[in-house]
């Protein structure tokens, strides 16, 4: 039997002048958003003051986490290759000065996207040179890496989604080792990295501690910590809701951990607040 999703939970449709804009502006421009195609509980908030995270590579995962609301199948569409370019003038048009991109796995490519997702951060910049871009790639490494990290982006975000011992709602594709690498290559590389857990999902507090410290090990900065909500019956039910409370307890156990910015709350993502964590992480990184 299903338990009963609390109070804090509950999410408002997006409305207004500014949600309007935003959804005429994806619309015209043939743009994704993780929003939309992951039925993010933060869409209101988010689309409400113009801010939103672009999913590139199109709308179709090749992948299929038990989690997760996005379309799957075998093969994707060839990736549009104007979408950098109105990718980046979605972002002037925005005035965004901090924008998040992610991407549905396409392991249907020979280089799995990396490419193209690098020419989007490119766009990007070249058009906005100014802006700030934090990217939540799929579990690029080695080459693939390497291509994305060469266009520059600000943050290089990848997720570990759950502890070690739950690793099985995720496509069998993907483990808890693999993201462990991602995340270290980025972070040999230089760059501040981000991961995030959903929680809700039958974790325990040691697991949660234990996956923390395995984060740190690899270098990871920034810790994002969110309720698990079931999309529809097609995906796996919640075992547990979290309180406010019980996630700012877990928040102070991250920072006690060292993580430079934890975003933790029930309805926390990887890209929510993404601006303040990054801002938090670099003013924790500065000496002295």
């Excluded at 449709?13 to 195609?37: F, K, Y």
């Excluded at 113009?50 to 995962?61: E, I, P, Q, R």
């Excluded at 270290?184 to 040691?206: C, I, Q, R, W, Y």
């Excluded at 501690?209 to 019956?233: H, K």
Aim: with cysteine; glycine share 6%; charged share 20%.
């Amino acid at each position: 039997m299903a338990i009963r999703k609390p109070a804090w939970l509950k999410v408002k449709i997006p409305q207004g002048p500014q949600a309007l804009a935003m959804s005429r502006l994806l619309r015209d421009r043939g743009l994704h958003t993780v929003c939309d195609e992951a039925a993010c509980p933060n869409k209101a908030e988010c689309w409400g003051c113009g801010t939103a995270t672009f999913m590139v590579l199109g709308d179709v995962c090749t992948r299929g986490c038990r989690f997760c609301a996005v379309a799957t199948a075998k093969e994707g569409a060839i990736p549009n290759p104007d979408e950098p370019q109105q990718l980046a003038a979605a972002i002037q048009e925005l005035k965004l000065k901090y924008a998040v991109l992610t991407s549905v796995d396409r392991d249907d490519l020979s280089d799995r996207g990396a490419a193209h997702f690098a020419a989007c951060i490119r766009a990007i910049r070249q058009a906005n040179p100014t802006v700030e871009v934090e990217v939540l790639t799929a579990d690029y490494r080695g080459a693939e890496l390497a291509t994305v990290l060469a266009a520059g982006p600000t943050v290089l975000a990848h997720n570990v989604e759950t502890v070690r011992r739950l690793q099985g709602v995720r496509d069998a594709r993907a483990s808890f080792d693999l993201s462990l690498q991602t995340l270290a290559e980025a972070h040999a590389a230089g760059f501040v990295t981000k991961s995030s857990l959903l929680l809700g999902l039958g974790e325990t507090a040691d697991e949660l501690l234990a996956t923390m410290r395995e984060l740190r090990t690899v270098g990871c900065d920034i810790l994002v910590l969110g309720q698990y909500l079931q999309p529809s019956l097609k995906q796996v039910p919640v075992l547990e809701y979290l309180s406010p409370q019980r996630f700012d307890e877990l928040a102070a156990m991250a920072r006690a951990e060292g993580f430079s910015a934890v975003v933790a709350s029930p309805l926390a993502r990887t890209s929510y607040h993404a601006s303040a964590g990054w801002r938090a992480s670099q003013a924790e990184r500065q000496p002295g």
